[in-house]
C-alpha cells in the first residue's frame, strides 16, 4: 500500500522478526481461536479443570420436542414454582420451557411472536426468513464482519467491522493479534452452539406492540436441567441453548432467562457433570426499548466455611473435602449474550444475576450502539462461594454518533471462590458525542477468595465524556458501626449490608419476576439464602474495613 492511499497508515501491523507473534490455537483448523490457558480471553478462567472434564454426551432426543405426561409437568412446574422460575399464563406474555436442551411444548405458552424454530422452519417454503437466517448465522467478536446495521459516518455510511476508525486506529481482521487480545473468546463456543443447538427460542416483538406501556408482561424462557440431563451414557453432557430476539421498531418488551435444576437434591451418583453453552441474540430496531433479565441459579449452593481449617457435622469431615467432592463443581456454564442496536433511539437495560453454584461459570454481553441515541443500561451481580470459578466479560461498543451508556457491576466473593470481571468501552472515532459511565464494585468476604477487575476505556474519538472506576474492599465498617449503634448485631447488619448491595442490580429485574416481597419463592429471599451462605466466618466476622493488596 502506498503513501496517499485512502488506507495508508504509518501505523504497521506487520510481525517484526526479532518478535514472532504465535497464532491462537484453533485458527489452523476452524478459522475461530479456541481456549488456551494464557490466552488474555482466557487468562484468569480454569481452562485445564473445562477441556479434562468430558463433556462428549448429549442428551437423548435433541432436536425434537419434549414428551412428558401431565404427572410429570405437574411435578417439574411445583420446581419451577418453588425456585421462583415459573411465571403464571396470566403475568407472561409468553413462556418457553426447554427441559435438557428439548423444547417442551406441555409446560410453554407459545405464540405467533414467542414460539420455538422447529427444522421444519428452515425447510424450503419454511417460514424462517432470510432475516432469522441472517441473525442466526452471525458469529461475535468480528468473526461476522458485516456490521448488523450501516452506521453513519459523514457523508458516507460504515458497514464493515474490521474497518472502524480507519486507518489507524482500526482492529484489523479478527485473526490479527491486536483483534484477538480484545475479543472475549466467545467466536468458538458460538459457531459450536450453531451446530450442535436442538432448538431456537425465537422471539419477534412486532412493531409498536406495548409502545406506551412502562412494564409490559414479559416473555419468560426457562432453561431447567434434570441430574443426569437425560443422557443415559457414562460421563458428562453438553447442551447448547440457542435464543433469538428480534424488538422491531417503537415496540417495548420484556425478555426473561432463568436457569435452574429440576433436582435440586443431586447426589454424586446420579449428577452428571454438565456443559451449558448457551448464546444469545438480541437486534433492536429504530425506538425499540428491551428490558433482559438473565437469572443463573443453577448448580445448587457452594459449601460455606471452606475458607477456615475447619470441620463440618459430627467433626469428621472437612469443609474443603465436601467441596471437593460436590456434583455441580464438576459443571461449566458459559453464555454469550450478543447485542445490536440497530435503530435510532432503541434502548437496552438488562440485569444478569449469576447466583449459581456450578463449579465454572463465564458470562460475556456484548453490545453494539450502531445507530444515533441508542442507549445500554447493563447492570450486574456475581456471587461466588465455595471453591467456584466465575467471570464476567463486558463490551460495549459506541460506533454511531451520540450514543450513551451506563454500567454497574457487583461482585461478592467468599469462600476460596475467584472471579474476574473485565469490562471494555470502545468509542470509534464515528461515536462523537459519546456519554459512558462504567463502575464495577466488589466485596471480598474471606481472605482466601480473589478477584481481578479491568475497567477500560478505548477512546479514539475527541468530543465524549466517559468514565470508569474500581473498588475492592470488605463491607464499609462505618456503616457496620451506624446499625450496631441502633441496637442492630454485627451479623444482622452484615447481612443487611450484603442484601442491599445486591438489591441495587436486583431491582432492574421486572417487578413479576421478582415476585411479592415475603413469598418464600422471591427473587429476595432467594438472594439472602444464598448470600447467608457466604457469610464470613471465624475471626472475619469481627474484623474491619480492609482494602485489598
Known sequence: MEHGDDDWSPYQTNVLTSSPILPAFGLEQYGLPTPRKNAEAWRHFDVQGMVQTDYSGSPEGIGTDAVIDDDTALAYREVMEKQGAWIGDEDCAARLVYINGRYCPTMSKATDHARNLSPADFEDGGDARDEILDCLNRLPDGFTDQLAAEVPSGDSFLSSFEKLSAPD??????????????????????????????????????????????????????????????????????????????????????????????????????????????????????????????????????????????????????????????????????????????????????????????????????????????????????LAAGAQRTETKTNIHHIAQGTTSQQTQRNMIGGRASSSFRGRIRVEQSAQQTDSDQLTRTILLSDKSRVWTVPSLEIIADDVQCTHGATVSDLSEEELFYLRSRGISRESARNMLMYAFVDEVGQAVPLVVRGKVDAENSLKLRCMKRLQNVVPQGDRQIRGEFQSS
Do not use: W
Open 169 to 382: 486506529h482500526h482492529v484489523g481482521e479478527p485473526t490479527s493479534q491486536f483483534a484477538l487480545n480484545n475479543q472475549q473468546g466467545t467466536a468458538c463456543f458460538a459457531a459450536l452452539n450453531s451446530v450442535r443447538a436442538g432448538a431456537v427460542a425465537f422471539v419477534d416483538i412486532p412493531a409498536g406492540r406495548d409502545a406506551y406501556i412502562d412494564d409490559p408482561q414479559p416473555v419468560v424462557l426457562i432453561n431447567a436441567n434434570t441430574a443426569d440431563m437425560g443422557c443415559d451414557r457414562e460421563g458428562g453432557v453438553a447442551c447448547h441453548p440457542r435464543s433469538l430476539v428480534i424488538a422491531r421498531e417503537g415496540s417495548s418488551s420484556s425478555f426473561v432467562q432463568s436457569y435452574i435444576d429440576l433436582d435440586e437434591d443431586e447426589s454424586v451418583e446420579n449428577s452428571k457433570p454438565k456443559l451449558s453453552n448457551g448464546y444469545t441474540q438480541i437486534y433492536i430496531e429504530a425506538g425499540a426499548n428491551v428490558t433482559h433479565a438473565y437469572l443463573e441459579e443453577s448448580g445448587g449452593m457452594a459449601t460455606s466455611g471452606v475458607e477456615l481449617a475447619q470441620t463440618v457435622g459430627d467433626g469428621s469431615v472437612d469443609a474443603r473435602e465436601v467441596e471437593a467432592i460436590r456434583a455441580a463443581l464438576r459443571n461449566t456454564h458459559l453464555e454469550a449474550i450478543d447485542v445490536h442496536v440497530t435503530g435510532d433511539n432503541g434502548r437496552y437495560t438488562v440485569a444478569t444475576l449469576g447466583l449459581g453454584g456450578n463449579g465454572r461459570s463465564r458470562v460475556a454481553l456484548s453490545a453494539s450502539l450502531l445507530r444515533p441515541g441508542s442507549h445500554a443500561n447493563l447492570n450486574g451481580f456475581v
